[in-house]
């Protein structure tokens, strides 16, 4: 039975051992404690009584040194624009020293004191000297939260790095080149407002010691063993940085300024705004390299951030850097990801939470982010104050239990010390950590713009002061560290550099940046549909088919698998015949895995399937393991599946993906929705980077987003996959000009097994990658007559864009009804039923490229046909109606006639007894 100690009774003091001065500050004060359990050496306080309690303070002073830790960020004077003096901080009971019975005429003593002597060269220390390193370290111009961090390991070493290092001074030499550094940045913009006064140019001014930030990085990542940095960013300070510390060539972006194009002649592209330009660059620091890929961006700026996670991502998989079978994985700290966050998107966006909800789950992991939050303390014109709930813009970070730094941009040397910190952080832990670079914008929300409209009295603050460099500067000239002379040539020298540059934005030719390194081979699509041979020899599916229902005799099957998808599957493959949609998608997965492509398979419960249809995962039922047999094919096999299941999310998941996709033209991405509809939470992504990527960015994407699609009476959200608007969003033309392979994306509604294998294999065995949209079945993923045979996917087969009758005799043709998708089956069934030989039925597999040369060749067959008509189960608003009509109409000459349902505002009727009568009338107005 535990004994309750009284507190002059001997007793057993748990302190907390996270840094030197805990490890050794254990003589006795005048604190009250219950019992604790021993602790191991050397932590025991062995008498208590022994201690000479009038003169020594240290075990409360350990306590007040905890509420620092835990509390010092609340009087932290991190804000620039209100900074307190040292007699007005905030009170915060937790850090007045008398809460822990401290007088300040105490002393700190015993072993303990070799702490303290490394700052104050005395053997026994008064509190009130304690009290002012404490407020030096944890409340001074940082603010440091990571008491949070449910780790006990990584806390002791955030504590011990901050106690240890944070005081420290950086070398005069780094000062000058960071004083150097923000002096060309600031000039750059001034240059701006000089040469292109009504331009928004969204300058560094009022926070120029982000520079601090990335000079940091670039130096510490090369020490650390970081040989690239994937970066998003916003628009604030980013040209600053392209063309400072990134070295992007100052010609190209006063050439995008002049109204020029940033793209070079045989770009076939529209470009983008000015603030989005992006670049990927060797830089030399340190004698090494380290490779810089900045990423595009588009306005809705935090969807880059997702965007870069997962193109490191595809990075760590090219070097192999993890285990695909298992659901733990190693990260590789060679590459480092940062994220670059506004403080008013960081906390309104919900993509971040997205995002982070991911961070340490497996198959997105990326090592841990850095994130750098500019935070303007404005959004737009809206004041943080009514921009966002929480007290930080970085409270976000503690969903994660990520640390989070404090730093007031006056103090461009603590920015520096926040990001060393946060960088071996993330090195040592692979976890992400957050930077609050605490600021502020000269100007409005762009040069152009006013802001005392909304904000007159910050920016009366603003306006009065001096600019951050000019006062770095000015602090290093009067420490002798930077003479006047130095400063001024260094400015003059970057100003006349800047006006070279301008005077060649006329006649310089952009560079052809694009399609270089791993992408080489690759090419852009032309103006002509082209038909690959994406078919396999009949054995070698065979052999793949058994592979993909594979596994060893030790493990446990879930019985009902074993019976109805691993023997099905056997018994189809051994025939040839009656192939359903999974088994045609592990063929074209295995194959493409046989010849040494990755395949990424991504979304919500994607390993079996929404309909359960697919288990490319097994899982043995008494152990729990996780089991992909596609990943055993052949011994030692190059081509992986990585089967992803996502996080409940759409819109960042998806950009995890697409930045996944554009980093290797090897990799085939595959995003499954549950549903159709569900793509909507990830429209932006779609918007800003699958339709519009290639055109904006040049940057090529072969990803694929399955999406369940049919009217099958499961009411308005669980119907549709708005196939309206991935059509709306193509660029194909209705004018007269066949575009060919060159549309910005595929939509395809395929009706049989074979057309999907083919569509796989397609992605990756053409020489270009283009987005593909694949309006998916549901009730087809089980119908009998939707089946293929080996035959359909052997050598010499292909995509067929427009699939003809079998059974229609073009000579009695009377009626052509043209159909997309499921609702073609309905339709069959119904000709049958009606004994109908005059109708034929023709299947649009591919609505984009629209197939003009062989619906011409149909139109061309059947040439006793009355009467054209396109039938679709989808209401009249929605559906392929609006983009087909037109382009019968222009290419093919044709008034088509429209058989369906009348308009409707939601994608479905949510009534059974409606839904059957709706079919019913459609089947009628169709074979009217």
Request: charged share 20%; glycine share 6%; hydrophobic share 35%.
């Amino acid at each position: 039975m535990s004994q309750i100690l009284k507190p002059t009774q001997r007793m057993r003091v748990k302190f907390n051992s996270r840094t030197q001065i805990l490890k050794r500050c254990y003589n006795s004060g005048n604190g009250v404690y219950g019992h604790r359990p021993a602790l191991p050496k050397p932590y025991q306080v062995t008498d208590v009584s022994a201690v000479d309690q009038s003169r020594c303070a240290a075990p409360n002073f350990v306590r007040l040194l905890e509420s620092y830790r835990k509390h010092g960020h609340r009087i932290a004077r991190i804000n620039p624009l209100h900074l307190q003096a040292e007699t007005d901080r905030i009170e915060v009971p937790e850090l007045i020293a008398s809460r822990y019975n401290l007088n300040e005429e105490e002393s700190i003593r015993g072993q303990g004191v070799a702490y303290w002597k490394q700052f104050q060269g005395s053997s026994q220390v008064p509190v009130s000297q304690g009290l002012d390193l404490l407020r030096q370290t944890y409340a001074n111009h940082s603010g440091f939260e990571f008491m949070h961090i449910e780790n006990e390991a990584e806390r002791e070493w955030f504590a011990e790095q901050v106690e240890s290092s944070f005081l420290n001074e950086i070398s005069s030499e780094y000062k000058t080149q960071l004083a150097l550094e923000m002096a060309k940045c600031q000039n750059f913009d001034h240059f701006l407002a000089n040469k292109f006064p009504t331009h928004k140019r969204y300058g560094g001014e009022g926070c120029e010691s982000m520079i601090g930030f990335f000079l940091e990085t670039l130096r510490s990542s090369n020490e650390s063993g970081v040989d690239h940095l994937v970066i998003g960013m916003p628009h604030r300070g980013r040209l600053n940085l392209m063309t400072g510390l990134f070295q992007f060539p100052p010609c190209r972006m006063f050439q995008k300024m002049k109204g020029l194009s940033e793209l070079p002649p045989d770009a076939l592209a529209s470009g983008d705004v000015l603030s989005h330009l992006y670049t990927s660059v060797d830089l030399k620091v340190n004698e090494s390299n380290v490779h810089v890929s900045l990423l595009p961006n588009p306005s809705h700026l935090e969807a880059v951030n997702p965007m870069a996670a997962g193109k490191v991502r595809a990075k760590l998989k090219h070097l192999k850097c993890y285990d695909y079978a298992q659901t733990e994985e190693q990260s590789n700290p060679r590459i480092l990801c940062v994220q670059v966050h506004g403080d008013a998107a960081i906390a309104g966006q919900g993509i971040n939470q997205e995002t982070l909800g991911f961070a340490y789950v497996p198959h997105f992991r990326v090592g841990g982010s850095i994130h750098l939050i500019v935070n303007n303390q404005l959004g737009f014109t809206t004041p943080q104050e009514r921009g966002r709930s929480s007290t930080y813009a970085s409270d976000i970070a503690k969903t994660i239990c990520a640390p989070v730094i404090h730093v007031n941009a006056d103090f461009p040397e603590d920015v520096v010390k926040a990001t060393r910190i946060a960088l071996a952080y993330r090195q040592k832990f692979h976890r992400d950590v957050f930077i609050d670079l605490i600021c502020f914008r000269r100007w409005g929300h762009n040069e152009v713009d006013d802001p005392t409209f909304t904000n007159p009295m910050i920016y009366k603050l603003i306006h009065e002061r001096k600019s951050i460099p000019d006062q770095y500067c000015g602090q290093l000239v009067d420490q002798g560290l930077l003479s006047p002379t130095q400063l001024k040539e260094t400015v003059e020298s970057h100003t006349s550099l800047l006006t070279t540059e301008l005077e060649k934005a006329d006649s310089f030719v952009p560079p052809h940046f694009y399609l270089g390194k791993q992408w080489t081979g690759i090419q852009q699509s032309g103006h002509v549909i082209t038909e690959w041979d994406t078919g396999i020899d009949i054995n070698l599916l065979k052999y793949i088919g058994a592979k993909s229902v594979n596994f060893p005799n030790s493990f446990n099957i879930h019985k009902h698998l074993a019976k109805t998808f691993v023997n099905a599957r056997l018994n189809r493959i051994t025939a040839g015949e009656s192939l359903d949609w999974a088994s045609a998608e592990a063929l074209a997965i295995g194959s493409l895995l046989y010849q040494g492509y990755d395949v990424r398979l991504s979304g919500e419960d994607v390993g079996r399937g929404t309909f359960s249809q697919r288990h490319a995962m097994l899982v043995d039922q008494t152990s729990g393991e996780m089991l992909i047999p596609l990943n055993s094919l052949v011994d030692n096999q190059d081509g992986k599946l990585e089967i992803a299941h996502s996080t409940l999310s759409e819109e960042a998941v998806l950009a995890f993906e697409y930045g996944f996709s554009i980093e290797n033209p090897n990799n085939l991405v595959i995003w499954e929705a549950q549903f159709g509809d569900f793509f909507n939470g990830a429209q932006i992504i779609i918007d800003t980077m699958i339709t519009s990527g290639e055109t904006k960015w040049m940057l090529n994407s072969g990803i694929v987003m399955l999406l369940p699609h049919g009217m099958d009476g499961t009411g308005p959200e669980h119907s549709s996959c708005r196939l309206e608007r991935f059509l709306q969003g193509t660029d194909s033309n209705e004018e007269g000009r066949v575009d060919g392979d060159y549309n910005n994306m595929q939509v395809v509604n395929p009706t049989t097994p074979a057309q999907y294998f083919h569509l796989l294999r397609r992605q990756l065995i053409r020489n270009f990658r283009k987005p593909l949209i694949v309006v998916a079945p549901k009730t087809l993923l089980r119908l009998s007559a939707a089946t293929s045979s080996l035959l359909d996917m052997s050598g010499g087969t292909s995509f067929q864009p427009v699939l003809a009758d079998p059974l229609a005799n073009p000579k009695l043709v009377k009626k052509l009804i043209f159909v997309s998708g499921k609702h073609y089956y309905t339709l069959h069934d119904k000709r049958v039923e009606l004994k109908l030989d005059d109708v034929a039925i023709i299947r649009v597999e591919s609505l984009c490229p629209f197939p003009v040369p062989e619906l011409q060749n149909i139109l061309k067959t059947y040439k006793n046909a009355t009467e054209i008509s396109w039938s679709q189960e989808e209401h009249q608003n929605m559906g392929a109606w609006t983009f087909i009509k037109p382009r019968f109409e222009n290419f093919l000459g044709k008034q088509i006639k429209y058989k369906g349902r009348g308009p409707l505002a939601a994608p479905a009727v949510g009534i059974g007894r409606v839904h059957r009568a709706e079919v019913e009338q459609i089947l009628n107005i169709t074979f009217s």
